[in-house]
């Protein structure tokens, strides 16, 4: 090789180990402080929940025992007999149904013999996540006709080790009457997928239902409450609202099995189960043990709300099963009860424990009013056939509660002839809230980060109700929350952000998905039995709602708002109770960018800022239980010299400046 292709050689190679940075033309980004262009709205940055993906029961929702009270359309699944010998009828399932129509079935154990031995297991949801040490609290409403019976409870570990036990010993011979017993004992190990036990000993006859475990580490330590790693991870976005109960489970496969909040109220053992819609809605992953028990029901989630500092988002059944599946409506003639029943949860969450439905907030722990000011009717729903009872729900609830704001669907997708119509049709309506949804490639979210700067700025605010990059196509098993589509959502919000005037609210759709169970990808946190972890694109959600800023000011690059140019995608805001402009800046290039902030208005700027990016060294990169941070925001200080910010924008990156004023 001659002298002169070495030297080219080595010059090539050189260059190829550098950083790769352009300076993009040196194009200043004015932020000016002094030019209020909107409000954000508390409520802008949210989460949505929906019982998908083991969300709720197996989820957020602590009870481990799946199917407790033998309601599944096998009584018995979940569960398996163990009897050293057989004999017929020594566990019974028995219904109850006109005594008892929202929880009619039991067991009915029968021992006859000493030495036999007689049990029944639980498999948990996916296994049951057991903690070393941690306080267990287990429960069974039971009767008998005899107290000869003891009932010994055991936790096994992976490999069958009894890792946590106790005897239960009813004392009493109830008869007909129904009797809860209660106990806690402390676990000597863990294990990520586990079993509970219940063996006999002893002879004689006893029923039982509602068998029920659950850990001593609760949100809030509350008993019969939610699981606290993944309601931590909600608490700590900060979010404005809490959308709930979904999605589509909503509207339900038909109407018999649609959401009905009266049912998950009251006492636990007369919360009527339903089959969870999510059930067999996708051949490649097929779920038959997914119901819903609504021990997370409407007051739960109300509660949680407050707990976290929420503004709670109900959304209601329009009278319209699922569209995707049955397409059943009822009746206009029949739809009063409906309409009645989105009066009365207002009058629940609102009322005063004088009305008929605060009586029932106040009896079950909580006499003050949980503040809610709007609500959904009808979830993704589209055509003729909504619009025609939106109209009617509208009427109804305008008339008693004017203040209230209601959010209307606009259907599945942000364009083509389904949304024009919905659009337009609710716009005549003047509709207070559209709900718009946006399953999309991450290139349409590029694409779209202007979507509202021509939006009208008077008339219906939008409610950016469910979106999420899919990295492969909708409703793919192969879709992964990796920070390709989290730069891409990030671009997007930028444009939500800086469109608050349009836009009051946004949410990421789905949030949770139990590794071992979930039905779509992707989603926001993904969880098992014992840990949880947020995918990049929660570092995103989480940047913005944290970072969320009082007022929208202006961040222009040649006179405009910066959404493509460069490959950048900016907004801005001041944050008044802190006293400081906040800058969000996307790079969605595969390279480093240069460029400087210039911070125009401002009285006084502080000399240093803080800065806190999200960035890896591949867009394909993910975050998994072994490697929970591998996307995650890292955060540092630069100085600001005069009222400007000389910044270096990583590839791929999203970046928080925030900057006291």
């Not at 009322?351 to 907030?361: A, E, L, M, N």
């Not at 480093?592 to 208005?601: L, M, Q, S, T, Y």
């Amino acid at each position: 090789m001659s002298i002169k292709k070495i030297l080219f050689t080595v010059l090539i190679t050189t260059a190829s180990l550098l950083p790769l940075v352009t300076n993009a033309q040196n194009k200043i980004i004015t932020v000016s402080t002094n030019k209020i262009i909107s409000e954000v709205q508390p409520t802008m940055w949210g989460i949505f929940f929906e019982d998908i993906n083991l969300g709720a029961d197996g989820g957020i929702y602590a009870e481990m025992v799946k199917n407790r009270s033998f309601e599944f359309y096998q009584p018995l699944m979940g569960w398996t007999v163990t009897q050293s010998k057989f004999n017929e009828g020594s566990v019974l399932v028995t219904n109850r149904k006109e005594a008892n129509a929202a929880n009619p079935r039991y067991l009915q154990i029968t021992k006859s013999n000493t030495g036999d031995t007689l049990g029944i297991t639980n498999e948990g949801f996916r296994g049951m996540g057991i903690k070393k040490g941690l306080r267990y609290d287990f429960s069974v409403l039971y009767r008998q006709q005899t107290n000869n019976l003891k009932l010994h409870i055991e936790l096994l570990s992976t490999s069958g080790k009894i890792i946590g036990n106790a005897i239960v010993s009813p004392a009493e011979i109830t008869g007909k009457e129904w009797k809860k017993i209660s106990l806690s004992f402390t676990t000597t190990d863990s294990t990520l997928k586990g079993k509970m036990n219940v063996w006999f000993e002893g002879t004689g006859q006893i029923d039982i239902d509602m068998v029920s475990l659950f850990p001593e580490d609760t949100w809030k330590k509350r008993p019969g409450g939610m699981r606290a790693d993944m309601i931590q991870l909600l608490a700590d976005m900060k979010p404005g609202f809490i959308r709930f109960p979904g999605g589509c489970i909503v509207e339900g496969h038909d109407l018999a099995l649609r959401y009905q909040w009266k049912k998950t109220i009251g006492p636990i053992e007369a919360r009527q189960l339903i089959i969870n819609r999510w059930n067999s809605e996708f051949s490649h992953r097929p779920t038959p043990d997914y119901f819903q028990t609504f021990g997370l029901g409407f007051f739960e989630y109300f509660q949680l709300a407050e707990d976290i500092g929420a503004s709670p988002l109900p959304i209601l059944n329009a009278g319209m099963a699922c569209q995707f599946n049955t397409a059943e409506v009822v009746p206009i003639d029949e739809l009063d009860p409906y309409v009645q029943d989105a009066l009365d949860l207002i009058e629940f969450a609102n009322g005063d424990i004088s009305t008929q439905w605060g009586k029932v907030r106040a009896a079950m722990g909580h006499p003050a009013s949980f503040n809610l000011k709007m609500m959904g009717v009808g979830n993704e729903n589209w055509g003729p056939q909504y619009v025609e009872r939106l109209k009617i729900f509208s009427k109804a609830i305008k008339a008693r509660y004017p203040d209230f704001k209601l959010i209307n669907s606009s259907g599945t997708d942000p364009d083509g002839e389904r949304f024009n119509f919905l659009n337009g049709e609710l716009r005549k309506m003047n509709a207070d809230i559209i709900d718009e949804h946006y399953y999309r490639k991450p290139e349409w979210f590029l694409a779209n980060a202007a979507r509202y700067d021509n939006y009208p700025r008077d008339g219906a605010k939008v409610f950016a109700g469910e979106y999420a990059a899919q990295s492969d196509a909708t409703v793919s098993i192969n879709n992964k929350n990796n920070l390709q589509t989290a730069i891409a959502e990030a671009a997007f919000m930028t444009g939500l952000e800086r469109n608050a005037a349009v836009v009051n609210l946004a949410s990421y759709a789905p949030l949770f998905a139990h590794i071992d169970g979930w039905q779509w990808t992707p989603d926001l946190i993904w969880v098992n039995n014992l840990q949880s972890y947020g995918t990049p694109n929660y570092y995103v959600q989480k940047l913005f709602s944290i970072n969320k800023g009082t007022n929208v000011v202006p961040a222009l690059m040649d006179g405009k708002a910066v959404s493509g140019q460069d490959s950048l995608y900016v907004s801005s805001v001041i944050d008044k109770s802190t006293g400081e402009v906040i800058i969000k800046i996307v790079n969605a290039s595969n390279i480093a960018i240069n460029k400087i902030i210039e911070i125009k208005g401002a009285s006084k700027l502080a000399t240093k800022a803080n800065v806190t990016v999200l960035k890896s060294n591949s867009i394909l990169d993910v975050n998994n239980f072994s490697n929970p941070a591998t996307v995650s925001p890292v955060n540092s200080v630069i100085s600001v010299n005069g009222n400007k910010l000389n910044i270096v924008l990583a590839a791929n990156s999203f970046t928080v400046y925030r900057v006291g004023i």
